[in-house]
């Protein structure tokens, strides 16, 4: 064995950190992030650690041009992110990210899921979740996307 870890005096915590400290060359890959975009029609989704509702943001839906595309298409992603309000929101949204990934990862959680959602899960929060996608990736972390409605 090329470790010995004597488990007996340790909780279920201090074991995964002991054990991320051993085999994890960045504390970033101790927690994988699922930023995961929805539909409000469609339910919440149960698996979801923090939940934003974007439904407050202009609906790229009541665009005629707009409308069979989706956030994953460059002119409803830019007519999403050009809002002000947009910006406003990723700005926050970001920043507490930001505070609470290395509290989770502290407290020992592998998985995060960050559910973003709007009325139909096709446009707003399908972009939203996109951006703090890349956004996480830029900063290092493990991190994956799924849209559970874009095709509802």
């Known amino acids: 064995a ?6 007996s005096e340790l909780s279920p915590v201090q074991l995964q950190r ?9 504390i ?3 927690m ?4 995961l975009s929805f539909g409000f029609k469609h339910g ?9 509702d974007v439904r407050f943001l202009p609906n790229p839906f009541y665009v005629e041009t707009l409308k069979q595309k989706t956030g994953l298409d460059q002119p409803v992603y830019d007519y999403v992110m050009e809002n002000q ?16 990934i290395p509290q989770y990862i502290a407290e020992g959680k592998s998985e995060l899921v960050i559910a973003i ?7 707003r929060s399908v972009a939203i979740a996109a951006f703090l996608y890349r956004r996480l ?13 874009i095709h509802k």
């Open 2 to 7: 090329d470790y010995v870890v004597d488990t």
């Open 18 to 26: 002991k054990l991320s400290g051993l085999f994890l060359s960045n």
């Open 28 to 30: 970033n890959e101790a």
């Open 32 to 35: 994988t992030i699922h930023c």
């Open 44 to 52: 919440l989704p149960p698996e979801a650690d923090l939940v934003f």
């Open 85 to 100: 309000t947009a910006r406003d929101f990723t700005a926050r949204l970001t920043s507490l990210v930001d505070f609470l």
């Open 117 to 123: 959602g709007c009325t139909g899960g096709h446009h």
């Open 137 to 149: 990736l830029e900063a290092g972390y493990r991190v994956d996307m799924n849209h559970r409605d």
